[in-house]
Structures are given as structure tokens and as C-alpha cells.
């Protein structure tokens, strides 16, 4: 299956530059571009991709407020992953919180771009939970009941904390002698639970609630 790419940078350069490298992988295609936020929604409408590759930083509305308001006001929205130059940066995780999927350095390898749409695109692991784990650690904080109100199983609760390591539901099946259809039972039920649109979102909530200290390694 072709993943349905948008591009939203406001420099014209990154955006030619994502967009080479995009068009060498036979299962993903740009279908749409824009330089600023303000203009993302009613591409997404226009063009319905599977995934928005998105800037941070932009002039006039950020992508953090864009990711906020497609993923509230589209119906089947996209998945967003967030395209930006830093990586322990508060903007990421306020867009991270925001309903972003994850996040790729713009220094990244072209191999390590194609790979990260692809995970995305799964939605099966989490896509640097380590580099997750240190910006919950650095601008997060821990103010929740630790998700004593969410009614986690034992075993949600468990696959939830393996989740957050960045095992796919294939090697949390491994891990806990399950089948694989029994992990995304688990996985879909934790989502439910906790209201959280994806893994990140779910592992975010775990961190913030104090289910899982941040700092752990």
C-alpha cells in the first residue's frame, strides 16, 4: 500500500529536499505541499493524505496549533509526523501532546526518513521512545493519579510499560508469550482506556499520570 504524504515546511528548500528523497521509495508518494500552517486543513480535506510531515517553527501558524486543529476538526485525520531541527525541544513536545505521532531531526539520513514514515504509517512502535522518554523528562510532569482511574488489567497495564520501550506489538507478543492478535487486543483496549488517539499519545499519558517515571532507563 502507497503512503499518502503531505509536506508542510516554509522553506521551499527542505521541502524540495524531503520530497527527493521521498520519491525514491516505491510505497510512498507527496501528494500535496504547503509553506505554512494556516493552509494545512483545507489541503488535508483537499488532497486526504495518510500522513502529514510537518514543520515546527513556521511564520505564521506553528505546527503545533496546525497539528491541534486538523486532528480535532478532520474527520479520519492523518497522522502527523513533526520534521524539526532540535531535538530536545519543548516545541516537539508540546506538538507530541498535541496529537503528532512522533518526530524526525531534519539532519536525519534519508534512510532513517523513509524508515520513520513507514513506523508511522504502522502505528505498531513508537518511534524513538528513548528521545520521547528525555523530552517527558526535561518538559513534562508528573501530576496525575497514575492512571488509577483508567481500569488498566494486569496485563494492559503491562503492555502499556512495553509499549513505552518501543517494542512493536510482534515482539510484545514474544515477550509475553502471546499471539499477536491478543497484543492488539491489549494495545487497542489501552487506547481506549486512556482516550489516546496512538502509542504516543498513550505512553505520554503514561509518563504524565506517573505510571512510568521518565527518568527510568
Same mark, same amino acid.
Given at each position: 500500500? /502507497? ?12 521541502? /524540495?529536499? %524531503? +520530497? ?14 504547503? *509553506? ?13 493524505? *495518510? ?10 501558524? *506553528?505546527?503545533?496549533?496546525?497539528? +491541534?486543529?486538523? %486532528? ?12 524539526? !531541527? $532540535? ?40 518511534? $524513538? ?8 523528562? !526535561? $518538559?513534562?510532569?508528573? +501530576?496525575? *493519579? ?20 518501543? %517494542? ?22 489501552? %487506547? ?18 506517573? $505510571?512510568?517515571?521518565? !527518568?527510568?532507563?
Amino acid at each position: 500500500m /502507497t503512503i499518502r504524504v503531505v509536506l508542510v515546511d516554509d522553506e521551499e528548500l527542505v521541502r /524540495t529536499g %524531503l +520530497r527527493a528523497i521521498l520519491g525514491t521509495a516505491g510505497d510512498i508518494e507527496v501528494i500535496g505541499e504547503a *509553506d505554512d500552517g494556516a493552509a494545512v486543513r483545507d489541503l488535508v480535506l483537499r488532497v486526504r493524505p *495518510d500522513m502529514v510531515l510537518m514543520d515546527v517553527r513556521m511564520p505564521d501558524i *506553528d505546527g503545533i496549533a496546525a497539528t +491541534r486543529h486538523i %486532528l480535532s476538526t478532520v474527520d479520519q485525520p492523518p497522522k502527523v509526523l513533526v520534521i524539526t !531541527t $532540535f531535538e530536545n525541544d519543548g516545541y516537539v513536545y508540546e506538538a507530541l501532546r498535541a496529537g503528532a505521532s512522533g518526530f524526525l531531526l531534519k539532519r536525519a539520513r534519508p534512510a532513517e526518513l523513509l524508515e520513520a514514515v513507514r513506523v508511522v504509517a504502522r502505528g505498531e512502535s513508537l518511534l $524513538f521512545p528513548e528521545a520521547v522518554r528525555r523530552m517527558v523528562a !526535561t $518538559f513534562g510532569s508528573a +501530576r496525575g *493519579d497514575g492512571l488509577a482511574g483508567a481500569g488498566l488489567t494486569e496485563r494492559e497495564a503491562e503492555t502499556l510499560r512495553l509499549v513505552a520501550t518501543g %517494542l512493536s506489538n510482534a515482539e510484545i507478543a514474544g515477550r509475553l508469550f502471546v499471539s499477536l492478535e491478543t497484543v492488539k487486543t491489549h494495545v487497542g483496549n489501552v %487506547l481506549a482506556k486512556l482516550g489516546a488517539r496512538d502509542r504516543t499519545q498513550a505512553v505520554i499519558a503514561a509518563y504524565e499520570s506517573g $505510571f512510568i517515571t521518565p !527518568t527510568a532507563s
